[in-house]
């Protein structure tokens, strides 16, 4: 299967993929939008934070119809492996095809969402096509916090119908999605002289992954996992001061590697000595979820200065029983997370020590007790926590006219159509509450690997997902 750009969709899948459109960049991705709806006589809106609304009259009989919105966000989750040169801010996407996927070289794809705005684009061009009015709703800044969703007016919105096309999987749609809130956990520190040696701890060899679609899985968590190493040397005597902590890229991926630069005045051998058990335990507890984790010491230049030993150990000690990861699950949808959390990047900016953390839950009440419990722990360890871009969910309604037509699109083709209640934030959940009564589903192609450099779109599954897509806005009327 070849990336064929004879194919609307694929031809603008790979012009966006020129555009660099990490979160919080995507003005030039939108002015390509808004450039684009402006060249075919496309009535449209773009707003301060880089939304663009876009609107198609309905074709020959399908005036009286109610209007369909379509919408995907325009931002990706801008990650690379560590042996890649690639500024986000400026290059393109290196795109290549293998067995049948489209792939980016060494970084991310895009195809969240990239895909649902592909799709929009050529369904707003195609004069051939048969459906209802339509809006299309291309959202900015979703990676961090729906911010460009969260900025939208009920007054906006032209319909009650709504396609989320941030809904991969081709033979299923998402029926429910849970809400969250980011938490920044800091803590004001102070640094000391040093003339102690200096090494540097690395975690590397973890999967990573969306966390929220992935938490459940139990992957390992650089960022927890290199405190926790450090925090199980001290408790075998090892002096450690730190003076330096990185790790994680996105606050809402599984961080996949971490560096600590520390000193101390032991000897190489045993601080590799207490090293050896806590990584052996932790490979152990990894073997079936992240087979590939490793830990271990590099010496470093010796830094001028390091932090206090109390800084050092209140951070260890946070990070060390900071609720994270998978929390809860529904006993009443199989396979459902109903709440987590993610402390997706740890830095130091000047003399501040920061914890970036997602926070997921269906239930409100689950996001409430799991801030109050980093509050509480950060009371002791001396750490502000301030909470922001927060958002609801999305219930599940047994009632849906769309999920019956795409059931029926998909049927027809010998596919039982899949239901899914999401764990990660989609949102859908700030158009149901713009218009409570909206009628939502999800749809897409199949892609995996999203929010990692391992993401991937099936480019045949592309194909049939468009088409079906097509069917399901022709049966609207």
């Not at 939008?33 to 075919?40: M, P, T, V």
């Not at 102070?190 to 990573?208: C, E, H, I, K, Q």
Request: charge should be negative; proline fraction near 3%; glycine fraction near 8%.
């Amino acid at each position: 299967m070849d990336f064929d750009l004879n194919k609307r969709y694929c031809f603008h899948f790979n012009a966006i993929s020129m555009i660099p459109r990490g979160s919080r960049n995507e003005k030039a991705v939108s002015d390509y939008i808004a450039g684009f709806a402006k060249e075919h006589r496309l009535a449209y809106k773009q707003d301060e934070v880089w939304n663009v609304l876009v609107e198609k009259p309905a074709s020959a009989g399908y005036e009286d119809a109610e209007p369909v919105v379509l919408q995907a966000h325009i931002d990706m989750v801008c990650e690379k492996n560590n042996d890649i040169v690639h500024d986000f801010e400026k290059d393109p996407l290196d795109l290549y095809v293998e067995d049948g996927w489209l792939h980016a070289r060494g970084t991310t794809l895009g195809a969240d969402d990239g895909q649902g705005v592909a799709y929009m684009l050529a369904i707003l061009e195609d004069e051939t096509l048969e459906h209802p009015k339509l809006q299309c709703i291309f959202t900015s800044m979703e990676e961090i916090g729906l911010i460009g969703a969260s900025a939208l007016k009920k007054e906006d919105i032209i319909g009650k119908q709504l396609i989320n096309l941030d809904g991969g999987g081709e033979t299923r749609t998402c029926v429910s999605s849970a809400g969250g809130a980011r938490a920044r956990i800091t803590k004001q520190v102070s640094f000391a002289g040093n003339t102690d040696p200096a090494y540097t701890l690395r975690v590397r060899g973890l999967l990573g992954g969306h966390s929220g679609g992935m938490i459940h899985l139990e992957r390992g968590n650089s960022n927890i996992l290199a405190a926790r190493i450090l925090r199980e040397m001290q408790d075998a005597g090892c002096d450690i001061r730190i003076a330096d902590f990185r790790g994680g890229l996105k606050f809402n991926a599984i961080p996949r590697e971490a560096d600590i630069l520390f000193v101390s005045c032991d000897p190489k051998e045993k601080l590799e000595n207490a090293l050896k058990p806590a990584a052996e335990n932790i490979r152990g507890e990894l073997e079936f979820s992240d087979p590939g984790f490793s830990a271990f010491l590099d010496e470093a230049p010796k830094p001028e200065k390091a932090l206090t030993q109390k800084d050092t150990d209140d951070i260890l000690n946070m990070m060390y029983v900071m609720p994270n990861g998978f929390q809860h699950r529904s006993l009443a949808i199989e396979g459902l997370t109903t709440a987590s959390l993610n402390a997706g990047v740890v830095y130091f900016e000047n003399d501040v020590f920061t914890i970036d953390d997602m926070i997921r839950s269906a239930a409100a009440s689950h996001t409430d007790t799991l801030i109050l419990q980093i509050r509480i722990l950060g009371r002791a360890f001396g750490f502000e926590i301030s909470v922001h871009d927060r958002y609801g969910g999305w219930a599940f309604s047994s009632r849906s006219r769309l999920r019956e037509i795409l059931r029926d699109v998909l049927k027809e083709k010998g596919i039982e159509m899949m239901e899914r209640a999401a764990h990660g934030g989609l949102e859908c959940g700030i158009f149901k509450a713009l218009i409570p009564d909206m009628d939502i589903i999800t749809y897409g192609p199949i892609s995996t690997g999203e929010h990692t450099p391992d993401e991937k779109l099936d480019l045949a599954s592309f194909d049939r997902a468009y088409a079906n897509l097509c069917e399901v806005l022709r049966r609207c009327r």
